[in-house]
């Protein structure tokens, strides 16, 4: 912005100061137009399901009024959708309280081992519909971190459930935590399914990304628990390692 005063004015001696201020607008545009298509986004994955809540409901007070077997259907496939809307609309609470607390360090002392057991646990049930088993790999010491434990348990939920959807069926998942003398802590998700073209990794952690068409269709999920570990780990001041090869599989590192 430039302060409305012309040069010749500025009469030196005078008593009067004039500033002029400069201020380069990009960055602050580029953040702008990523908050208004993230709320374009957030309202369009929404508005799916909620329309076809409205499309089922209107079947089932007209024509499907007295179809005990359409009845049992549709409402099967409207509890589906009302999950997906809590799911998401839980994604996006997290992610802003994330974007509230962004500036401040976590600082619990969080031991890994029995936190990558409880997620282990938790995930059991998902892992067992899917044909998956989850092997950890413990070393015998403590494995301590500076952290917070919720947001942590989030990260290898988030990580180990993806190695689970879109690993394949009747596979491993395999979770090393590495903890050496005078190196970084790791945690690595090892899976052997179908990977990640190179093209696509750089952008995993954006906010609604999906690989493919097909996965927005059949795997559960809202497209931001990547963009959530990332805004974790930043908080963290840890890294997300991806080393993917199609065909192969893919290994997932959070580097503390
Ligand atoms: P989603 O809710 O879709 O799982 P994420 O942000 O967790 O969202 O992941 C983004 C996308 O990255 C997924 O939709 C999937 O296409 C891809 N992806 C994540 N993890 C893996 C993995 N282990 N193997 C293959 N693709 C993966």
Partial sequence: RVAPVALE???PGSDSLYV???RDVS?????????SDFVAN??????????????????????????PLAHERFLGIMFDQATRMSRLVDDLLSLSRLELKAHIAPDQTVDLKPLIGHVRDTLLPLAEELGVEIRTHLPDAK????GDRDELVQVFE????????YGQEGKVVDVFVRSEPSQPVEVSVVDCGP????????RLTERFYRVSVADSRSKK????????VKHILTRHRARLIVKSEVGKGTAFTVRF
Avoid at 42 to 61: D, K, N
Avoid at 158 to 165: D, G
């Fill in 143 to 146: 494995v301590e971190v500076l």
């Fill in 42 to 67: 957030a309202s369009h994955e929404l508005r799916t399901p909620l329309a076809s809540l409205r499309g089922f409901i209107e079947t089932l007070q007209g024509p499907a009024r007295s179809d």
């Fill in 158 to 165: 988030n990580l180990i459930e993806n190695a689970c959807k």
């Fill in 195 to 202: 990977g990640i073209p190179a093209e696509h990794v750089p």
């Fill in 20 to 22: 002029l201020a400069f």
């Fill in 27 to 35: 960055e602050l545009r580029r953040i702008e137009r990523m908050r």
């Fill in 221 to 228: 999920g809202t497209g931001l628990g990547l963009a959530i």
């Fill in 9 to 11: 004015d500025v009469t």
